[in-house]
């Protein structure tokens, strides 16, 4: 039996992603407002986009089948291994956000902030994890196909938390507020609170 190549074991950690979401799917809270189908497209398509560039071939032509990095084993190594961490945050995240979750941009009822597990440092660690494991990906695939994967990912995901912010800031408000200076957007806060940053969101 030969072994996995990096490329099918960076698939592994995607495809326990997509079970997981799956699975979960079933257990959340009813909606009590949501985005409509027009904002809700500014994420799909831009994310349709990301996974194409960085897990199909269709778009390997010009610049974007060149590689931003040589094809070295440990490169390929540290690709699988960040994909898998990045994976674990957005999984981790995801159960601690329990029937509060959802694809769109909304309000469950009985809406509340979750300050445990990754929530009491970040923002948004679904998608610190989902990034993190795309930048996994864009190492293995080593083209800058998935350099701008993994940017339009970013682009997305940004997108998406601002509209959070509006949405949980009219809900929330002041709660919400002290909440968001006492946390970082997509990564741990390392500056003091007194400085520039976003409104407010949520994963």
């Not at 190594?77 to 898998?84: H, I």
């Not at 902030?113 to 929530?119: H, L």
């Not at 989902?130 to 682009?155: D, S």
């Amino acid at each position: 039996m030969k072994p996995l190549t990096p490329w099918q074991l960076d698939m592994i950690p995607w495809y326990v992603f997509v079970a997981y979401w799956l699975i979960s799917w079933l257990r959340v809270k009813r909606t009590k407002v949501q985005e409509s189908l027009k904002d809700r497209l500014t994420t799909i398509i831009p994310m349709v986009i990301a996974f194409e560039l960085l897990f199909s071939s269709a778009l390997r032509f010009g610049f974007l089948g060149r590689r931003f990095i040589p094809a070295e084993t440990w490169v390929a190594q540290a690709g699988v291994a960040l994909t898998a961490f990045g994976i674990a945050i957005a999984i981790w995240a995801r159960y601690y956000l329990g029937q509060y979750w959802s694809a769109r941009v909304t309000l469950k009822e009985g809406h509340r902030i979750i300050r445990s597990g990754p929530y009491a440092f970040v923002r948004h660690p679904i998608y610190t994890g989902m990034l993190l494991a795309a930048v996994g990906t864009a190492l293995v695939v080593g083209e800058w196909r998935g350099v701008l994967g993994v940017l339009v990912m970013l682009a997305a995901h940004t997108h998406k938390a601002l509209r959070e912010q509006t949405l949980l800031t009219s809900e929330l408000g002041e709660e919400y507020g002290s909440y968001r200076r006492a946390t970082g957007f997509l990564f741990p806060r390392l500056w003091s609170a007194a400085t520039i940053d976003t409104p407010a969101e949520r994963s």
